[in-house]
């Protein structure tokens, strides 16, 4: 326990597993931890003392699930592992921590999801500078990224975009909340940032690697360097590259957009109904983890998306070839993280087989792209480099069905090594050396069951029944008694037992050699593996793009600088595949990129205003990132960023009412948006009185028309459709109903023009409103009008609600009188009669 405490005083913040035999054993606190969040049983030391020790453990061999386990709840975790005891040693073994997993430092792929990135992030700023730097790695592919930003703002919104596993920070004020936080003691200075960083990549200072002049950016690259150098060592093999990018190349993509428009995950919870799976068609795990970085980073280069396009295109319009392309890659293991672990020292014997057998797909893939089709499929074919002489080494190394652990032997090929080849001989031999004696010795002792065997406790023993045991011989030593038997050595089974063993621990520390010496003539190739897997993996996109287009129905956006938004019968790429064939209704919007700034969409709940107006925003997304979109035709200019301000949610741990957060999405909208921003507002003004909230919905819209962000604005203030009138950039549209009684029909048809209804009653029915509940909410409708006046303030052309109320009320009797007519039955006549004696009720009334 001296050994455990004198561990555990550096690893505060983790859970200890603590190698003891064939067991993880944790204590104190730790175990308490533990056995709650694993389901495994507390226990204790010293049961007789007055203070126990608390205690649990895990076996070995299942270790990795229950690290998981604790991963995926944010907690780190230290492995100490027992080290080699030196001779004489007596007692208590060697033991040092060997690893720290947090959730950003994760290579096993237990621990990581197949399709997704994990990254860690460090943050800094630079004080007096205005400049924040974020940089991030996923260590398990070699994915490392860097950028300056000038605004906390902007840091947050890079934050969000990458949804990082971990965030190390000396300043815990400048990240966001919701994400694991790893807090340093103090950032890292400047010229130890650039020591750090330059020295890692080999590097005379750090001006080639687009950090001068970047202290920020440096410092966070330096961060995440030096934290994974520290938990991991060899690990950083596979961070042979650091690429800067400049966020104004990207759309922004904030964390409400991303929520809102249901991108990588749906507000049902529902995994499925996500742009990302719909698209996720990709052959490989490479591939999908790369189409998940597409989508979160759209281009904004009208020339870059082009060049993606091209290729879909190409794709598209040779079929053969696609379908032989998706066809090898489905066979392509994930070569990314096979590297990463052969970085890092752990990659199995079957990680290097498969590194082989995807390499051998190389040139099969290569032969479907053609060398005078477009740019980037060009540049593609250059970058799959086939390797043949890192697969041949593999190949001629390894065994073709090695086991997955190295200690399990058996795992380098015949005629390879000479010495492995003899000793192997010598292990073959053993069952027919065994096999001899065991027949010499029955009939030297006339025991015709004698018998020789073999535990890994005892060796190799000779078994004689308790019948025939006094018939053994003098020599025999007698080792074991069994119930039914007894067991003996001779001192020549003895020696042979000696050198079988030797034997056998020798061919392991033979294989293990050879097996380390092809891990380090791999990582000498690191680099051009490299390149040869982004090369699969970018490929891999754009046929799932192409597949995608094809099987779905897509087709290819044409993209320009201006402000343009064109669709021509346009799909939500989600909603459609939910539903049957044939049943989703295409809608077509028409901005015109001169003259509108707001498209006001007015009709009644579930009539498709927010379908329409989220598959303008998700068309935007994949035209960006290079995809083909759900629609006959689309013309669009680049959209610098996506806001959406849609549905209602409190924030009650923060203390923010439904309200406030709604006033705060507004607000970062309206102050940061631009004339290249597209806009969604679904509702505004709806938690607070319906005065403000028509104020504020008008304010809004006004200032949004000033801004001439594009803008599409659903709303049932129908008040707001005057605005039109007003402004010669608001336009008025409504999704198309069918009335008749009381029953409405839904036709999902965006049409011209406001409508001034929201039919709020008849949802309410379908919803399953009790009958009575209906009727009396009719005759509320009929009693206060819901018709608002719209009046001129003195300063300004504002609208001034002055009562939800007519001026005179219907009195209550007459409305009731009304509500119960039966108009089925009713002829002209009796309508007249009717009407002539409300008039006079009304008359006497007044």
Same mark, same amino acid.
């Given at each position: 326990?001296?050994?455990?405490?004198?561990?555990?005083?550096?690893?505060?913040?983790?859970?200890?597993?603590?190698?003891?035999?064939?067991?993880?054993?944790?204590?104190?606190?730790?175990?308490?931890?533990?056995?709650?969040?694993?389901?495994?049983?507390?226990?204790?030391?010293?049961?007789?003392?007055?203070?126990?020790?608390?205690?649990?453990?895990?076996?070995?061999?299942?270790?990795?699930?229950?690290?998981?386990?604790?991963?995926?709840?944010? =907690?780190?975790?230290?492995?100490?592992?027992?080290?080699?005891?030196?001779?004489?040693?007596?007692?208590?073994?060697?033991?040092?921590?060997?690893?720290?997993?947090?959730?950003?430092?994760?290579?096993?792929?237990?621990?990581?999801?197949?399709?997704?990135?994990?990254?860690?992030?460090?943050?800094?700023?630079?004080?007096?500078?205005?400049?924040?730097?974020?940089?991030?790695?996923?260590?398990?592919?070699?994915?490392?990224?860097?950028?300056?930003?000038?605004?906390?703002?902007?840091?947050?919104?890079?934050?969000?975009?990458?949804?990082?596993?971990?965030?190390?920070?000396?300043?815990?004020?400048?990240?966001?909340?919701?994400?694991?936080?790893?807090?340093?003691?103090?950032?890292?200075?400047?010229?130890?940032?650039?020591?750090?960083?330059?020295?890692?990549?080999?590097? =005379?200072?750090?001006?080639?690697?687009?950090?001068?002049?970047?202290?920020?950016?440096?410092?966070?690259?330096?961060?995440?360097?030096?934290?994974?150098?520290?938990?991991?060592?060899?690990?950083?093999?596979?961070?042979?590259?650091?690429?800067?990018?400049?966020?104004?190349?990207?759309?922004?993509?904030?964390?409400?957009?991303?929520?809102?428009?249901?991108?990588?995950?749906?507000?049902?919870?529902?995994?499925?109904?996500?742009?990302?799976?719909?698209?996720?068609?990709?052959?490989?795990?490479?591939?999908?983890?790369?189409?998940?970085?597409?989508?979160?980073?759209?281009?904004?280069?009208?020339?870059?998306?082009?060049?993606?396009?091209?290729?879909?295109?190409?794709?598209?319009?040779?079929?053969?070839?696609?379908?032989?392309?998706?066809?090898?890659?489905?066979?392509?293991?994930?070569?990314?993280?096979?590297?990463?672990?052969?970085?890092?020292?752990?990659?199995?014997?079957?990680?290097?087989?498969?590194?082989?057998?995807?390499?051998?797909?190389?040139?099969?893939?290569?032969?479907?792209?053609?060398?005078?089709?477009?740019?980037?499929?060009?540049?593609?074919?250059?970058?799959?480099?086939?390797?043949?002489?890192?697969?041949?080494?593999?190949?001629?190394?390894?065994?073709?069905?090695?086991?997955?652990?190295?200690?399990?032997?058996?795992?380098?090929?015949?005629?390879?090594?000479?010495?492995?080849?003899?000793?192997?001989?010598?292990?073959?031999?053993?069952?027919?050396?065994?096999?001899?004696?065991?027949?010499?010795?029955?009939?030297?002792?006339?025991?015709?069951?004698?018998?020789?065997?073999?535990?890994?406790?005892?060796?190799?023993?000779?078994?004689?029944?308790?019948?025939?045991?006094?018939?053994?011989?003098?020599?025999?030593?007698?080792?074991?008694?069994?119930?039914?038997?007894?067991?003996?050595?001779?001192?020549?089974?003895?020696?042979?037992?000696?050198?079988?063993?030797?034997?056998?621990?020798?061919?392991?520390?033979?294989?293990?050699?050879?097996?380390?010496?092809?891990?380090?003539?791999?990582?000498?190739?690191?680099?051009?593996?490299?390149?040869?897997?982004?090369?699969?993996?970018?490929?891999?996109?754009?046929?799932?793009?192409?597949?995608?287009?094809?099987?779905?129905?897509?087709?290819?956006?044409?993209?320009?600088?201006?402000?343009?938004?064109?669709?021509?019968?346009?799909?939500?790429?989600?909603?459609?595949?939910?539903?049957?064939?044939?049943?989703?209704?295409?809608?077509?919007? =028409?901005?015109?990129?001169?003259?509108?700034?707001?498209?006001?969409?007015?009709?009644?709940?579930?009539?498709?205003?927010?379908?329409?107006?989220?598959?303008?925003?998700?068309?935007?997304?994949?035209?960006?990132?290079?995809?083909?979109?759900?629609?006959?035709?689309?013309?669009?200019?680049?959209?610098?960023?996506?806001?959406?301000?849609?549905?209602?949610?409190?924030?009650?741990?923060?203390?923010?009412?439904?309200?406030?957060?709604?006033?705060?999405?507004?607000?970062?909208?309206?102050?940061?948006?631009?004339?290249?921003?597209?806009?969604?507002?679904?509702?505004?003004?709806?938690?607070?009185?319906?005065?403000?909230?028509?104020?504020?919905?008008?304010?809004?819209?006004?200032?949004?028309?000033?801004?001439?962000?594009?803008?599409?604005?659903?709303?049932?203030?129908?008040?707001?459709?005057?605005?039109?009138?007003?402004?010669?950039?608001?336009?008025?549209?409504?999704?198309?109903?069918?009335?008749?009684?009381?029953?409405?029909?839904?036709?999902?048809?965006?049409?011209?023009?406001?409508?001034?209804?929201?039919?709020?009653?008849?949802?309410?029915?379908?919803?399953?409103?009790?009958?009575?509940?209906?009727?009396?909410?009719?005759?509320?409708?009929?009693?206060?009008?819901?018709?608002?006046?719209?009046?001129?303030?003195?300063?300004?052309?504002?609208?001034?609600?002055?009562?939800?109320?007519?001026?005179?009320?219907?009195?209550?009797?007459?409305?009731?009188?009304?509500?119960?007519?039966?108009?089925?039955?009713?002829?002209?006549?009796?309508?007249?009669?009717?009407?002539?004696?409300?008039?006079?009720?009304?008359?006497?009334?007044?």
């Amino acid at each position: 326990m001296k050994q455990y405490l004198e561990i555990k005083k550096d690893y505060q913040d983790t859970i200890l597993f603590y190698r003891m035999g064939d067991f993880y054993e944790m204590f104190y606190d730790d175990a308490k931890s533990a056995s709650r969040m694993l389901g495994i049983t507390l226990t204790t030391r010293d049961k007789g003392k007055p203070d126990p020790i608390p205690m649990c453990g895990v076996p070995c061999h299942s270790a990795s699930s229950y690290i998981s386990r604790l991963i995926r709840e944010g =907690i780190k975790v230290a492995i100490c592992e027992q080290g080699p005891a030196s001779s004489g040693t007596k007692g208590l073994m060697p033991r040092e921590v060997v690893r720290v997993i947090t959730p950003g430092l994760v290579l096993e792929d237990d621990h990581l999801i197949r399709d997704k990135a994990n990254y860690l992030m460090a943050v800094s700023c630079e004080s007096g500078q205005d400049a924040f730097g974020i940089a991030f790695a996923d260590i398990s592919t070699g994915d490392f990224r860097v950028a300056q930003l000038r605004s906390r703002q902007d840091c947050i919104n890079e934050v969000q975009r990458v949804s990082p596993s971990e965030i190390i920070t000396s300043d815990t004020d400048i990240v966001p909340e919701g994400f694991f936080i790893t807090r340093l003691n103090a950032a890292i200075p400047v010229d130890r940032a650039r020591d750090i960083v330059s020295s890692h990549f080999k590097t =005379i200072g750090v001006e080639g690697l687009g950090l001068k002049g970047r202290d920020a950016a440096l410092i966070a690259s330096a961060m995440v360097i030096d934290y994974v150098k520290e938990r991991l060592k060899d690990v950083l093999a596979n961070i042979t590259s650091l690429r800067f990018y400049n966020t104004g190349r990207y759309m922004i993509l904030g964390q409400n957009t991303k929520r809102n428009l249901e991108l990588f995950e749906s507000i049902s919870g529902d995994e499925s109904a996500t742009l990302y799976r719909i698209m996720n068609n990709a052959g490989t795990s490479m591939g999908s983890r790369r189409l998940a970085d597409w989508i979160s980073f759209p281009l904004m280069d009208p020339d870059e998306i082009n060049l993606r396009l091209d290729a879909v295109e190409s794709l598209v319009q040779r079929g053969d070839d696609l379908t032989d392309i998706r066809r090898q890659l489905k066979d392509v293991p994930d070569m990314e993280r096979i590297v990463g672990r052969i970085s890092a020292g752990s990659a199995s014997p079957r990680d290097m087989v498969s590194l082989a057998g995807g390499l051998e797909r190389v040139p099969a893939i290569k032969s479907h792209i053609k060398a005078d089709g477009p740019g980037m499929l060009v540049s593609l074919d250059q970058g799959l480099d086939p390797l043949t002489e890192i697969r041949e080494k593999i190949e001629t190394t390894i065994v073709d069905e090695p086991p997955n652990k190295l200690t399990d032997g058996g795992v380098i090929a015949d005629g390879i090594d000479n010495d492995l080849d003899e000793l192997r001989a010598l292990r073959k031999d053993s069952r027919q050396w065994i096999a001899s004696l065991e027949s010499g010795e029955r009939e030297a002792t006339g025991i015709n069951n004698l018998k020789i065997g073999y535990n890994r406790v005892f060796g190799y023993y000779i078994e004689i029944s308790k019948a025939n045991a006094d018939k053994a011989p003098e020599s025999y030593i007698r080792k074991q008694t069994l119930t039914n038997a007894e067991r003996f050595i001779t001192p020549e089974l003895k020696e042979y037992e000696a050198r079988l063993l030797g034997a056998e621990d020798a061919i392991i520390r033979i294989e293990t050699r050879i097996f380390s010496q092809l891990r380090g003539f791999l990582v000498d190739y690191i680099t051009r593996i490299k390149l040869t897997i982004d090369s699969l993996a970018c490929l891999d996109v754009l046929a799932c793009l192409a597949w995608t287009a094809v099987h779905n129905g897509y087709n290819r956006p044409v993209i320009t600088d201006g402000r343009a938004i064109e669709v021509r019968r346009g799909r939500h790429p989600v909603v459609e595949k939910v539903l049957r064939p044939g049943e989703f209704v295409p809608n077509s919007c =028409i901005f015109n990129p001169d003259k509108d700034t707001l498209h006001i969409i007015t009709g009644p709940n579930m009539a498709g205003k927010s379908t329409f107006m989220r598959q303008i925003a998700l068309t935007t997304i994949m035209a960006q990132m290079g995809s083909f979109v759900p629609a006959d035709n689309v013309v669009l200019g680049v959209a610098d960023r996506i806001f959406t301000r849609i549905g209602a949610l409190d924030n009650l741990s923060a203390g923010q009412s439904t309200f406030l957060v709604e006033m705060s999405e507004t607000a970062d909208i309206l102050n940061n948006t631009t004339d290249k921003s597209i806009i969604i507002l679904d509702e505004i003004g709806r938690g607070t009185s319906t005065y403000d909230g028509m104020s504020l919905a008008w304010a809004v819209a006004e200032y949004l028309d000033e801004k001439r962000a594009r803008t599409f604005f659903a709303t049932h203030y129908h008040e707001l459709s005057d605005l039109a009138r007003r402004h010669k950039g608001i336009k008025n549209f409504h999704m198309a109903i069918e009335e008749s009684g009381h029953e409405v029909v839904f036709l999902r048809e965006l049409r011209r023009g406001a409508i001034g209804r929201s039919f709020g009653i008849y949802v309410a029915r379908l919803a399953g409103i009790p009958e009575s509940v209906i009727n009396n909410a009719r005759t509320i409708l009929m009693n206060i009008g819901k018709k608002a006046k719209t009046v001129s303030s003195v300063q300004a052309d504002v609208p001034v609600q002055t009562s939800l109320f007519s001026d005179q009320a219907a009195q209550p009797e007459i409305v009731q009188e009304i509500m119960r007519l039966d108009m089925e039955k009713m002829r002209p006549i009796d309508a007249l009669n009717i009407l002539y004696k409300i008039r006079e009720k009304a008359a006497k009334s007044d």
